[in-house]
């Protein structure tokens, strides 16, 4: 089974920064991508950014350069570094992985239990 563990999250002013921390365990045979996204109270579920093993990167179009999504492959961990926060992206942050799992080898994409990030105005 595997495992994603979000950290980081909590309440930080509208201009501020705060980096969010994803650390995936289990049996895990490689990592094709890890990412977030975020849902906001009456939203659906959006990709936030995203990161894939070989190094490629995809973000949302509202970041406009003020995240940034470093991974360590060896730790199995993937970073979201934001700045500039705005109140509107209040909202409960997920960390998703894709990769090949377990002893049996099978791609499998995993969820996180989410981390609350609250941008007061």
């Known amino acids: 089974q595997v495992q994603l563990v979000e950290s980081g999250g909590g309440l930080v002013q509208a201009g501020g920064s705060l980096r969010l921390s994803c650390a995936a365990s289990?049996?895990?045979?490689?990592?094709?991508?890890m990412g977030w996204y975020r849902q906001a109270p009456g939203k659906q579920r959006e990709l936030v950014a995203a990161s894939t093993s070989g190094g490629g990167t995809n973000y949302g179009d509202y970041v406009k350069g003020r995240f940034t999504i470093p991974m360590d492959n060896a730790k199995k961990t993937v970073y979201l570094q934001k700045n500039s926060l705005k109140h509107e992206e209040t909202a409960v942050y997920y960390c998703n992985g894709r990769g090949v799992v377990g002893m049996a080898g099978r791609y499998q994409e995993d969820w996180g239990q989410g981390t609350l990030v609250t941008v007061s105005s």
């Open positions: 289990g049996i895990i045979v490689s990592i094709n991508a």
